[in-house]
């Protein structure tokens, strides 16, 4: 059954039309690329998942419970808002990693903060607090950082920031997890070791949408692709269908930009 | 009497009154830090209306000079029939208070407002996506990437401030300048003599070059981020 489900999704800014009648589902454990040129719409659709934005037209469920939908005000409630994001990560562009906390911290921060709301926190204080480190720890260590724990953001790398940002994500255990271009800000050398660990997640069947335009990479790690143009899905299918045999011309013409580097 | 004699005396009358610029000082501080942040909450509401209404009175308060505003406060109610403040030393001093208070209240709100801006939007998206409250984001976030921006700025003021307190002189508060000018008309058996007075500079001088230490060691502490 489809984890996600995103049916006539519309959002405009003032008089343009960013994203036109979005529809699409992902299954558990897949993987999903979004591509497309710059404006195509592909990070505000990123951002209407995680309630960054608000859609003007459509429904959003995730595992069969409706997270939004633009014709019930009851959806939009923005105490509900907090919890609905959770079931969504995302992993930005800049990393945004919090400058004042080394990793290890930046890593906790959100998950301690939620633990603190609940009431046995008090009695539990300090198993809880260990909880969450070594959580936090083994996922720093999955993502190859386990001697950068006690470093500030300022003392790591792009690669090694952007890595930090991604187990930040996964701490908060999210159902899906979003990618939105988290290499265009690294160089060639950088990038690889951050799509190395995306590909680490998609072996392990994590949930995810990539937006990106690294198009060799997206052919071999998603299950499925979505191009974008103009706030519009052009087509949607398997790598090999919109890669190898794509339909429309936009496609081909988008496509040949990068196969003929 | 020689000037051996009149040291230890005009020292004496000089600390009391530095003591008064002291106190304005600091409840100045106390006063205008939190205030300060209000006014700049309010300057940046979406309310229209009232971010209006709070960028008119802080226009107002930095377009006006000091010394009116505590002429106006000390002396409105009275010529109004009404002078809440009384006669005394306790008067003056609130009085003047609040017109510190007010007064440097607006400065910081403007640089507050400076340091809120600069933290990147980013940083409350990061927030936001991993559930945590507005509150949350401000407190445990953004409100040290703000503080480190506003320390520069903020120093500059705290340093002007300490030296803006002799403007109480002007609805007589017994601050320092006020007793170093007392030994011209005499005082306690010293009259004519001009260098009290002067003397009473080495008393900001100091007192700033402990601040500007302090507030430097501030600075170099939050230099372990960018």
Redesign the interface.
């Known amino acids: 059954m489809a984890i996600l489900e995103v049916q006539h999704v519309s959002k405009s800014f003032g008089h343009t039309e960013v994203l036109k009648d979005i529809s699409f589902s992902l299954d558990k454990g897949k993987v999903l690329s979004l591509i497309g040129s710059s404006g195509s719409g592909k990070t505000t659709l990123l951002r209407c998942l995680n309630f960054l934005e608000r859609p003007d037209g459509g429904v959003i469920r995730v595992n069969g419970e409706t997270l939004f939908d633009a014709g019930d005000r009851a959806t939009m409630k923005e105490g509900e808002i907090r919890r609905k994001r959770l079931h969504f990560g995302l992993v930005f562009q800049s990393f945004n990693l919090f400058p004042q906390y080394t990793a290890l911290q930046n890593v906790m921060l959100a998950k301690e903060l939620l633990e603190k709301e609940k009431t046995d926190y008090k009695a539990r204080k300090k198993e809880i607090h260990k909880q969450i480190e070594a959580e936090a720890g083994n996922l720093l260590d999955q993502m190859g950082l386990s001697d950068r724990m006690d470093n500030y953001p300022h003392q790591l790398s792009g690669g090694q920031c952007q890595r930090v940002a991604i187990a930040r994500a996964l701490a908060m255990k999210p159902d899906i997890l979003c990618f939105d271009e988290p290499t265009s800000a690294l160089d060639p050398e950088l990038t690889g070791e951050v799509l190395k660990v995306i590909k680490g997640l998609a072996d392990q069947e994590t949930t995810m949408i990539i937006v990106t335009h690294e198009m060799a990479f997206a052919r071999d790690v998603s299950s499925q692709v979505i191009f974008m143009d103009g706030g519009r899905i052009m087509e949607q299918g398997t790598p090999a269908e919109v890669f190898e045999n794509p339909k429309e011309e936009r496609t081909k013409q988008f496509l040949s930009r990068f196969t003929n580097q | 009497m020689t000037f051996a004699e009149q040291f230890p005396i005009v020292i004496q009358a000089l600390n009391t009154g530095f003591l008064q610029t002291l106190k304005l000082f600091f409840v100045t501080l106390l006063g205008a830090i939190p205030l300060g942040l209000i006014i700049s909450f309010g300057s940046m509401s979406r309310f229209k209306p009232l971010s209006y209404f709070t960028k008119i009175v802080v226009w107002i308060i930095r377009g006006t000079p000091l010394m009116i505003q505590l002429l106006i406060i000390y002396f409105m109610p009275g010529l109004m029939g009404n002078n809440i403040w009384g006669g005394g030393e306790s008067g003056r001093f609130l009085a003047a208070s609040i017109a510190f208070i007010f007064n440097y209240a607006c400065y910081f709100s403007e640089i507050y407002r400076g340091g809120i801006q600069g933290v990147?939007k980013?940083?409350e998206?990061?927030?936001?996506?991993?559930?945590?409250?507005k509150s949350?984001i401000f407190f445990?976030?953004k409100l040290?990437?703000m503080v480190?921006r506003i320390v520069p700025p903020m120093s500059n003021e705290i340093i002007t401030l300490v030296k803006d307190t002799s403007l109480s002189r002007i609805i007589s508060l017994q601050e320092v300048i006020f007793a170093g000018q007392s030994f011209m008309k005499g005082n306690m058996g010293i009259a004519g003599v001009i260098w009290p007075l002067f003397f009473t500079a080495v008393y900001y001088l100091i007192f700033n070059g402990i601040l500007t230490v302090l507030l430097g060691r501030l600075e170099k502490k939050l230099e372990?981020?960018?």
């Open positions: 990147p980013g940083q998206e990061a927030g936001l996506v991993l559930g945590m409250t949350q445990k976030v040290l990437q480190k372990y981020f960018r």
